[in-house]
């Protein structure tokens, strides 16, 4: 058994964060939520101790959302996060994993960005018998009694290609259908596609009622394509918005200068992205803005985004991306962007009303 380290400060979950509602259910989340990922040892290990206090302190300071999925790390980051939530949240957070993909017996190795011990191997199953089974399986790993939310993950043609229209054939006969099923008997209260595209968040709404999406990287500082069809359809259908990757990847938060290779989209970013980015940049160092907290804060003043999930690895950057949200920024600063053109004029702006 794991144990949370004294070094964690307890504060009795004293923080305070704005909180929304799921589409129409009863779930409320908060603005910032606790994107898991990284405890499943995502890109390099991360001792058991670390990623229990990384959890804890989110409690603490006022996270209610945490989301994961079988993927993170094989099971690890489902075994991490539910040994953690059972120790200190008393059954008040809203949990969100995924299905779609189950997990057979493999060998532990670094693969798909993963530095996990879990021996097992990802297989892609989004057929009515593989969701079921990916939900009681997501269940025993996290060894809690109930998952608020399912998304069902990766499916689109971003992930897979020239097969997207036979595997999106599955989930719409099979798939989705499991995952209304166990909405309508109340085993979960919300479902929803965990996706890096929003185009087919669109084609999944003509066959499904969806409470929300969980968009990674497709509306953040650095772009707004979601703007023209995407999101209008969500604010219609009262369809919430949780979005991961609002750094894209990166980028966002480590900016252009530093030693490393800035990366957007999962791959180094390319000449075109990094000259934008620079652009942005200089706005920020002309209002004295750090671009990781605009980046934070720019998607979240759209009505239909109700939380932002940042993969977080340890409590120092829990800390600094709450510090990141309460961060004050001039009205001025975002009208600069849009001025030159930098952001979508269809955006809406943090604090637009004070300047209008």
């Known amino acids: 058994m794991y144990f949370v380290s004294e070094t964690v400060v307890r504060k009795q979950n004293s923080g305070f964060m704005k909180t929304h509602f799921i589409g129409n259910t009863s779930l409320k989340v908060t603005e910032l939520g606790f994107g898991a990922a990284s405890l499943g040892n995502l890109y390099r290990p991360m001792s058991a101790t670390m990623s229990m206090n990384a959890v804890a302190t989110a409690w603490d300071l006022g996270f209610k959302l945490f989301d994961t999925a079988p993927f993170y790390g094989f099971g690890l980051s489902e075994r991490r996060l539910g040994d953690t939530l059972r120790d200190v949240a008393n059954g008040e957070y809203i949990l969100s994993t995924k299905v779609g993909r189950l997990l057979k017996p493999g060998e532990a190795r670094e693969k798909f960005g993963f530095c996990s011990p879990m021996p097992f191997d990802p297989v892609y199953d989004y057929s009515y018998d593989g969701v079921m089974r990916s939900f009681e399986q997501s269940l025993q790993r996290l060894g809690l009694a109930r998952i608020d939310i399912i998304y069902m ?45 929003h185009e087919v968040c669109e084609q999944a709404m003509k066959y499904t009622d969806f409470d929300c999406f969980l968009l990674a990287g497709r509306y953040t500082l650095l772009e707004q394509g979601a ?44 000449n075109s992205i990094v ?27 759209h009505p239909s985004v109700v939380s932002v999930i940042p993969g977080l690895n340890s409590p120092t950057r829990v800390e600094q991306t709450l510090n990141y949200l309460n961060t004050s920024i001039p009205p001025e600063f975002w009208m600069a962007l849009r001025d030159k053109n930098l952001i979508d004029p269809n955006s809406p702006l943090p604090l637009e009303e004070t300047v209008a």
């Not at 209008?232 to 980028?251: A, D, F, H, Q, T």
């Not at 980015?277 to 671009?291: P, S, T, W």
């Open 227 to 270: 703007l023209t069809s995407f999101l209008p359809k969500c604010i219609e259908k009262n369809i919430s918005i949780i979005l991961g990757g609002v750094y894209n990847s990166g980028i966002l938060a480590t900016g252009t200068e530093g030693p490393s290779v800035p990366y957007y989209d999962y791959v180094p970013a390319s």
């Open 153 to 197: 993950h990766d499916i689109g043609r971003a992930t897979h290609g020239k097969d997207h229209e036979r595997q999106f054939k599955i989930a719409m006969e099979g798939g989705f259908k499991a995952m209304d099923e166990l909405r309508s008997q109340g085993l979960v209260s919300a479902i929803g596609l965990g996706v890096n595209e």
């Open 275 to 301: 000259r934008r980015v620079k652009q942005i940049e200089a706005v920020c160092n002309d209002f004295d803005v750090q671009l990781a907290v605009a980046a934070l804060q720019f998607p979240l003043s």
